[in-house]
T-cell receptor, first 114, second 115 residues
Framework: AQTVTQSQPEMSVQEAETVTLSCTYD???????LFWYKQPPSRQMILVIRQEAYKQQNATENRFSVNFQKAAKSFSLKISDSQLGDTAMYFC???????????FGKGTSLLVTP | DTAVSQTPKYLVTQMGNDKSIKCEQN?????MYWYKQDSKKFLKIMFS???????INETVPNRFSPKSPDKAHLNLHINSLELGDSAVYFC??????????????FGEGSRLTVL
């Protein structure tokens, strides 16, 4: 079974600062995908960034980037120049290649303060 | 056009009642899902359907019965509602199996409150 662990239930960061959210996972599979989803108070689930395990290069999407350490089974999310609109729950998620379900971590609640 | 739409968005009902939540996707995906998000925000897979066939059924009580009349629809019927069923239920879709990229597209969620 695949498990995803987010060890930080809550985090806070000031506007314009950088914050890193942690995620570790456990799997015996070699091909898989990792994701960060954002859930603002509107409760809509929004894809922030994705990473294919076979790619060594870390994914980036504007202010969002990941640090993917396959050997350590670690997949952290860095948010640069934090904005008030980044306030949300952030979920790390995992899916095996050719899989049929996305497994989520328990989430990290991020608060961006002025 | 909403990619994944689910109705109703809010549902308040009494214990013991039966209710349904409907989901439709217009993305041409072959796989659809139901997830339950509890009061602690934990998202747990309930069901996964690929081409109308049940793929995943994650230890969900048999009071929950999904139905997929076609690839674009996955409805959730719940019998004899209990207090513990109160949650937000998310429908999602994706390309599944071979060719899967893992990205799920979610509906806006349906908040079910059982009194």
């Amino acid at each position: 079974a695949q498990t995803v662990t987010q060890s930080q239930p809550e985090m806070s960061v000031q506007e314009a600062e950088t914050v890193t959210l942690s995620c570790t996972y456990d799997t015996s599979e070699s091909n898989y995908y990792l994701f960060w989803y954002k859930q603002p108070p509107s409760r809509q689930m929004i894809l922030v960034i994705r990473q294919e395990a076979y790619k060594q290069q870390n994914a980036t999407e504007n202010r969002f980037s990941v640090n993917f350490q396959k050997a350590a089974k670690s997949f952290s999310l860095k948010i640069s120049d934090s904005q008030l609109g980044d306030t949300a729950m952030y979920f790390c998620a995992f899916m095996i290649d050719s899989g049929y379900a996305l497994n989520f971590g328990k989430g990290t609640s991020l608060l961006v303060t002025p | 056009d909403t990619a994944v739409s689910q109705t109703p968005k809010y549902l308040v009902t009494q214990m013991g009642n039966d209710k349904s939540i409907k989901c439709e996707q217009n993305l041409g995906h072959d796989t659809m899902y139901w997830y339950k998000q509890d009061s602690k925000k934990f998202l747990k897979i309930m069901f996964s359907y690929n081409n109308k066939e049940l793929i995943i059924n994650e230890t969900v009580p048999n009071r929950f019965s999904p139905k997929s009349p076609d690839k674009a629809h996955l409805n959730l019927h719940i019998n004899s509602l209990e207090l513990g069923d109160s949650a937000v239920y998310f429908c999602a879709s994706s390309h599944g199996g071979t060719g899967a990229t893992g990205e799920l597209f979610f509906g806006e969620g349906s908040r079910l409150t059982v009194l």
